[in-house]
């Protein structure tokens, strides 16, 4: 918001301008009533006609200063501004405002429609300072476009000269003579009205309408799949066709995000230089006019969307950005280099000033040390003798320290060698301690040792004394124990001998059940014989072996012959009454 609020203030600054007749910095507030109107309806911003008589409330009828409708402007107009209006609407209505009372009279190369283009880029390249100016470098960049447009060569040595005559209490130029400039055709020479007038149109749509590329080319129908003739126009995040390059009958737009591609394809179908741009929801395929023109749209496309994946702004706003920055940096240098270069000249300065105090001082010097050399050599007389005494009291003096450093070396290797005896008798002391110290360890752990020795003893004999009464226990216990196993003992003997005679009784009667088992067996046997016999008699007279009689309901007993003719509990019965027999026999 920044960069758009910078924007529309030199456009804005231009109208205010042509409203301050008088140069004073003032318009009256009728007139300012009108511009905020005006800048509301084109920025498509709310309106409120109360706002500027509440913001200068205060004041007379009087003329209004700029400097009191800047917080107005700011806070009604430019802080609720969002990105949807018309800027070339909004420019043509500023440039309305201040054509008519500044641009010159005379005869100019351009039309007053290639002016305001001019007017517009002015705006676009000038320094964000008041009053605004284009310095040099711009005026230079701006002139290469519009040669390199026209085909033309570029004259540098011409446009050195021009700044060589340019004049020096000026940083650059104004809008009004940026326009004078082009449109008297000093750079343009041999360019008729139509070529320059070409040559800023295009450049105009570079830099301010964003256009990276435009041109024809031939497009495949999605519906109808035929090849239709459109002009292209590219911009940073659009590419728009129209059915000429009129602009006036718009047939589609091609929306480009980080997400598109732009892919070659061989020719085919009898086209050539063909390409394919890829987006989301749809695919679009293109011929180009030659290979040429083919590998500049991909590569211009392919571009876009790379600034679009790194959301960087188009190369022309960049590379305003950085020759803003670079001329910020140069000025800084140059404001830095001044300085230094004032530091150095004060610096020269004090260094002339300290030499010069330095030359009388050395003056003043020169004429004490003669004064000096004169005393010197008074006094070098008297030193002399006195120096010859001197040095036969030392001789004197240093005999006597000889000596004395001769006693003082024999007490001092007396003192060394009782130093050395004391170092191994302290020595010795300190083994003796170490001796003592550690013997009196082996007593401790002894000590230590023989009570350990002590407790474990006493619970011993504790465990001891414990185990003993639980032995005597366990031994009168045992006592108890085995006189109720000798009782019981004899208790199961006495129960064996009656089962043994049991047993014995059991196999005497087992052995008089076999005996009569055998007995009924060979009595059944007999029978059986004659139940056959008797049978086959009857079989004989009745034909059958057995009468078919309906069966009970009961389950029968299976015989040799077939179910029994009585059921389980008559059996049961004849058993009891064979058994009762067999007992009373």
């Not at 015989?559 to 067999?582: D, H, I, V, Y």
Request: aromatic letters at 8%; hydrophobic letters at 35%; charged letters at 35%.
């Amino acid at each position: 918001m920044g960069g758009l609020k910078d924007e529309l203030l030199k456009a804005i600054w231009h109208a205010f301008t042509a409203l301050d007749l008088d140069h004073s910095g003032k318009v009256s507030k009728s007139q300012l009533k009108v511009l905020s109107h005006n800048l509301c309806t084109v920025l498509k911003v709310p309106h409120d006609p109360v706002a500027l008589e509440e913001h200068f409330r205060d004041d007379d009828e009087g003329p209004v200063s700029n400097q009191g409708y800047m917080p107005y402007l700011n806070k009604f107009i430019l802080e609720k501004v969002q990105d949807n209006f018309d800027k070339i609407e909004f420019n043509r209505m500023c440039w309305t405002l201040c054509v008519k009372k500044n641009l010159t009279k005379s005869p100019l190369l351009i039309t007053e429609e290639d002016a305001f283009k001019v007017w517009v880029i002015f705006n676009f390249l000038s320094e964000d300072k008041y009053p605004l100016i284009i310095v040099p470098e711009e005026i230079e960049y701006l002139l290469k476009k519009l040669t390199e447009v026209m085909g033309g060569g570029w004259q540098q040595e011409q446009f050195e000269h021009y700044k060589i005559n340019f004049d020096d209490s000026k940083d650059g130029l104004s809008v009004w003579e940026l326009i004078e400039l082009i449109g008297n055709g000093q750079f343009s020479k041999g360019m008729d009205r139509q070529t320059v007038s070409m040559a800023i149109n295009e450049v105009f749509n570079e830099l301010i309408l964003d256009v990276l590329k435009q041109g024809y080319m031939m497009k495949k129908g999605h519906r109808r799949k035929n090849w239709t003739e459109r002009w292209f126009v590219l911009k940073p995040n659009i590419i728009s066709y129209y059915v000429s390059e009129d602009l006036k009958d718009k047939k589609g737009d091609i929306l480009l995000d980080e997400n598109c591609c732009v892919e070659s394809l061989p020719d085919k179908d009898g086209k050539k230089c063909l390409f394919l741009i890829k987006c989301f929801d749809k695919t679009f395929e293109i011929s180009a006019s030659d290979k040429k023109k083919k590998q500049e749209w991909i590569q211009a496309i392919h571009s876009t969307i790379h600034l679009l994946k790194l959301g960087s702004p188009p190369p022309h706003k960049e590379a305003r950005q950085r020759r803003k920055e670079l001329r910020k940096k140069l000025l800084a240098e140059q404001e830095e280099l001044e300085r230094q270069m004032k530091e150095l000249q004060a610096a020269n300065e004090n260094k002339q000033q300290e030499l010069e105090t330095v030359r009388k001082k050395l003056e003043e010097a020169a004429s004490r040390a003669a004064e000096e050399e004169k005393k010197r050599l008074q006094t070098q007389v008297e030193l002399q003798a006195r120096f010859s005494t001197e040095l036969e009291r030392e001789k004197l003096i240093r005999q006597q320290m000889e000596e004395q450093v001769a006693q003082k070396s024999s007490e001092l290797e007396q003192y060394l060698q009782r130093v050395r005896e004391l170092e191994d008798m302290y020595l010795k002391l300190q083994e003796a301690l170490e001796d003592e110290r550690q013997a009196r360890q082996d007593e401790e752990t002894v000590r230590k040792l023989q009570a350990r020795l002590l407790e474990e003893e006493s619970s011993k004999r504790a465990d001891l004394e414990k185990w003993h009464l639980e032995q005597q226990q366990a031994i009168q216990a045992s006592e108890a124990e085995k006189q109720g196993l000798e009782s019981e003992r004899s208790a199961k003997e006495r129960a064996l001998q009656e089962a043994m005679e049991q047993l014995e009784r059991l196999g005497r009667e087992r052995k008089q059940a076999l005996e009569q088992y055998e007995g009924v067996k060979k009595k059944l046997e007999m029978a059986t014989s004659k139940t056959k016999s008797w049978k086959d008699k009857v079989a004989q007279h009745e034909g059958l072996i057995r009468l078919i009689e309906p069966g009970s309901k009961n389950p029968h007993l299976i015989t040799n012959w077939g179910p029994a003719a009585f059921t389980q509990a008559e059996l049961e019965e004849r058993e009891k009454s064979w058994k009762g027999k067999k007992s009373t026999e």
